[in-house]
């Protein structure tokens, strides 16, 4: 009973993995990433999820700026643009190099799953990570702007839009990748997390693929998502504008409601009322600044499910 | 009677076509380059010979490297080495602007012809850049070691393989770009150059789209060649131990009969000797060192051309 699975999207779940690799032995960690947020860019085959873990558990993420890498150069984008070339989605000079054998590796029939493991293995990370699945998925935004994909939403429109609805294109035709069912249904799966990450956008790419909701519905092992809410306010990123343009007050409760059916309980920060929330919960500083942060909230999340699992 | 037409190939070439570019008006210029050189590496399209034009007159290629960019930078690699990849032809940072933009480009239907306008109008160089045909061409070596495409032999493997035979898959179904011909046929155009780039590996592939080599043969304009050979050696790369495996002597002798048919006069280099060399010639330091170098070249292969026109 030591395998941990963990649901996670882009910053904010690569940091919890993070903390997991750290008080877990990375090989009994299978992370299923979000891929709602792939593209392609001027051909390439960009896998944002995928990329910002592989830089982080890499100790090659830019943390000040929030995605990429660290010490990169631009010499790419200064030639683009003297070409005329899209500038609106920034590709760092060694950033290419993931988004360009990924789509030589892709297009010569190679699988997303298997790209994402080699790339893992190259840089000896010791996990698996598995793609949510190896068939295109989108997630679309419907806002005051008209129908808009994500990094055009979330990069290039920073996020302004009012959003109305979100639909993930294709995900009624995916397939979880292969892994994915066997992780999250192992009788040998201690706890299963859901990281911090966007539940609407991040998390709702992988519950939209048929087949996973259903399987973290039956699993034997506990279900814990860590909230994204702290005191009040989403760590970062378009949470707590979208809750607030969805319709939904930007709480634990709304967090809970939305998992209702898949999670058997909730990690919150210690700023938020834990009062009405009916689910089995924990409390900590649930900010991860430094490593030290990510090691108490992966601790935290690991005992919520050990107690829930009782 | 003010066009100018040059064949070119790769370094040699774009030194001369610089050089034509200081002595005539730029929009005289018409340049039909080889591209039997391009290939699809990771699936990024590779146009080595375009490229090296492009970098030469935009004052943007690395002069003693002699290829890619003045100034590179190499995360893309680094990154690439430490994912397995392939790393036997070396991309930089800012020249992959040009692999990249030109793949997405031609994946979206917009051809080669194009592509290079538009590059070559972005970096404002005022002169008509054609690839010799819009349909791929590649140039093969039947070696010692078998079967080599051209950047195996000559950047994996460093022209170190004998060369049996040369063959330029593709030729015989490529159509000249639009404007190849109407250029060399062009009743305006006052002299057809062919610069010192490697007569079998750069300027055969040229020859070999059919339709190019009858217009030459047709041209009102004279045709003349400038010889790579400077000294009884070529200046640069394979041409002098190709033609002694192809069992040429390394003279103009065999230049002019290698091109009999195509060109009304070959300027050669005051080293080396011009008896027994039938063909109308002219004598001049042919080697491009300086700009200097560069300006002087191109007058004397106009003057001949000048000459012949009577």
Chains 1, 2 share one sequence.
């Not at 000079?93 to 988004?99: F, R």
Request: hydrophobic share 45%.
């Amino acid at each position: 009973m030591s395998r941990i699975v963990v649901l996670t999207g882009g910053v904010g779940g690569a940091k919890l993995v993070l903390g997991l690799m750290r008080v877990c032995r990375p090989k009994d960690i299978t992370a299923i990433v979000n891929t709602g947020d792939d593209f392609r860019h001027m051909g390439l085959a960009v896998s944002p999820d995928i990329d910002t873990l592989l830089y982080t558990l890499a100790g090659k993420a830019n943390a000040a700026q929030g995605w990429g890498r660290e010490g990169e150069s631009w010499s790419f984008m200064d030639v683009l643009k003297s070409l005329g070339g899209e500038n609106w989605f920034l590709l760092g000079d060694g950033d290419l190099a993931l988004h360009v054998l990924r789509s030589h590796l892709l297009a010569n029939g190679e699988t997303l799953s298997a790209t994402t493991a080699r790339f893992a293995a190259a840089w000896g990370l010791g996990l698996t990570m598995l793609p949510m699945s190896d068939d295109p998925v989108a997630t679309h935004l419907t806002t005051d702007e008209g129908d808009l994909p994500f990094q055009r939403y979330f990069v290039q429109r920073r996020c302004a839009p009012a959003v109305q609805a979100i639909r993930f294109e294709g995900a009624a035709r995916a397939v979880p990748a292969p892994g994915v069912i066997e992780a999250i249904s192992d009788p040998e799966t201690r706890a299963i997390l859901i990281a911090p990450s966007n539940p609407w956008l991040s998390v709702d790419p992988v519950l939209a693929v048929p087949g996973i909701r259903e399987a973290l519905a039956a699993a034997k092992a506990p279900v814990v998502a860590v909230s994204p809410i702290v005191g009040g306010q989403a760590v970062k990123g378009p949470t707590a504008k979208l809750m607030g343009e969805l319709g939904l007050a930007v709480t634990n409760q709304s967090i809970a409601a939305h998992y209702a059916g898949v999670i058997d309980g909730l990690l919150i920060d210690g700023r938020d009322d834990a009062a009405d929330l009916l689910i089995p919960h924990d409390v900590t500083d649930t900010l991860m600044k430094t490593l030290e942060d990510r090691e108490r909230v992966a601790r935290a999340a690991l005992a919520l499910a050990d107690r829930i699992a009782g």
